[in-house]
């Protein structure tokens, strides 16, 4: 495979990464996108919830593990308050100027952990996708399924060093060994029932390691798109 991955073309190409807290994801799309821009590509991070001004403020209410008594349906409202959001405001303008953008979580984890997590099911979160993201989905998807305990053990341990000096994110970590399991088990759901666009990488390898097998699917991808356009 070259190190030069081919053009994202007219319609840009829409990466999203997913994974339970602690598998690794926000590490590798950091090196993907450092990777692509070497190569002169135009690339756009961005994470959720988060990533715009008023989604910064959700981020805040969603995650602050001082937030109480957040009912399940109003948490995934504004997971997708958020979305739609970002879409308008970041996503959907640089897919429109060909650029590669670069999602740390989207859907997939609504539907991981307020489908399967929170227990409201794949139903109402696909449903609230057509309506609030026009149904626009990712052209590839990096799912980063770690080993279960170890992938937990060190999403907790973060949030414990992290907790004093950066705004305390901690409510989903902080959620019982059943719901990350639920989140696990969901993820692998999605993975099997969409294998054209779900690639899932073992998580528990060098990290050198999973970011080679992650340049070779978006090469792979981009060649798709390009000899489609
Ligand atoms: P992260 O930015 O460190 O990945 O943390 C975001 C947290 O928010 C993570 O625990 C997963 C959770 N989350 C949901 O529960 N639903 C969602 O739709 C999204 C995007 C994130």
């Given at each position: 495979m070259s190190s030069v991955l081919p053009r994202a073309g007219s319609?840009?190409?829409?990466?999203?990464?997913?994974?339970?807290?602690?598998?690794?994801?926000?590490t590798q799309l950091r090196k993907l996108a450092a990777h692509l821009e070497a190569t002169g590509h135009s690339v756009v991070v961005t994470r959720q919830p988060g990533g715009t001004h008023v989604g910064d403020r959700i981020r805040a209410i969603l995650l602050d593990s001082q937030t109480e008594k957040l009912a399940s349906m109003t948490e995934l409202g504004l997971m997708?308050?958020?979305?739609?959001?970002?879409?308008?405001?970041?996503?959907?303008?640089?897919l429109d100027q060909g650029r590669i953008v670069l999602c740390d979580r989207?859907?997939?984890?609504?539907?991981a952990y307020q489908g399967g997590g929170r227990q409201l099911g794949s139903d109402v979160v696909l449903r609230m996708h057509g309506m609030m993201c026009g149904g626009l989905q990712p052209d590839l998807t990096i799912l980063l399924l770690a080993d279960f305990d170890r992938s937990l053990a060190r999403a907790r341990r973060r949030n414990d060093r992290?907790?004093?000096?950066?705004?305390?994110?901690?409510?989903?970590?902080?959620?019982?060994r059943d719901f990350h399991r639920r989140v696990y088990l969901k993820y692998r759901e999605i993975a099997a029932r969409e294998p054209g666009r779900v690639?899932?990488?073992?998580?528990?390898?060098?990290?050198?390691?999973?970011?080679?097998?992650?340049l070779a699917l978006v090469d792979q991808k981009l060649r798709?798109?390009?000899a489609v356009s």
């Open positions: 319609r840009g190409f829409f990466l999203t990464f997913e994974g339970p807290d602690g598998s690794g994801k926000s997708f308050s958020d979305r739609a959001q970002a879409i308008a405001e970041v996503i959907r303008p640089a989207y859907t997939d984890s609504t539907e992290t907790a004093a000096f950066a705004p305390n994110e901690g409510r989903f970590e902080s959620e019982n690639f899932v990488i073992e998580g528990d390898q060098p990290i050198d390691a999973i970011h080679q097998q992650i798709a798109l390009a």
